[in-house]
């Protein structure tokens, strides 16, 4: 079987999953939101007075996705240059690719460096987040 990974600097799952399982020298991530992993709040959501999800800055989501993925990383035993390859979730993409796009760049200045990614537009995700991103890593021993 293999190992599951519970990464405690990580939000909690929203279901009955791992954050991770390493099978041999490969890191599956389960998917990755931008809960903060204190509050379980969502960077950027902007509510009205009755408690309605009104606007949010992906920019905002962006960041705090790739800091919760990169303690996942962390508590497995891997860094954010092991990532091999990164699928995007963003639910709106002709509002936020471009925002989201610019942060990737920042994390990822070289591309030949960079893990292959694949970005989907959905229509909605489990929570009210924008971003969701799905990661594997290698892993050195």
Request: proline share 7%.
């Amino acid at each position: 079987m293999a190992d599951a990974i519970h990464a405690p600097g990580a939000p909690a799952p929203v279901g009955l999953y791992p954050h991770a399982r390493r099978i041999g020298e490969l890191l599956f991530l389960s998917g990755i939101g931008p809960r903060d992993p204190a509050s379980n709040a969502i960077a950027g959501n902007v509510h009205d007075a009755e408690g309605r999800l009104v606007d949010y800055d992906v920019r905002s989501q962006t960041r705090a996705v790739f800091a919760n993925v990169r303690a996942v990383l962390e508590a497995s035993g891997a860094r954010w240059e092991d990532l091999v390859d990164v699928t995007v979730y963003l639910t709106d993409m002709a509002r936020d690719f471009k925002a989201y796009n610019a942060i990737w760049a920042e994390h990822f200045p070289d591309a030949g460096a960079a893990p292959c990614r694949t970005t989907l537009g959905i229509n909605a995700l489990p929570t009210p987040i924008a971003i969701e991103l799905k990661c594997i890593a290698r892993l050195k021993d």
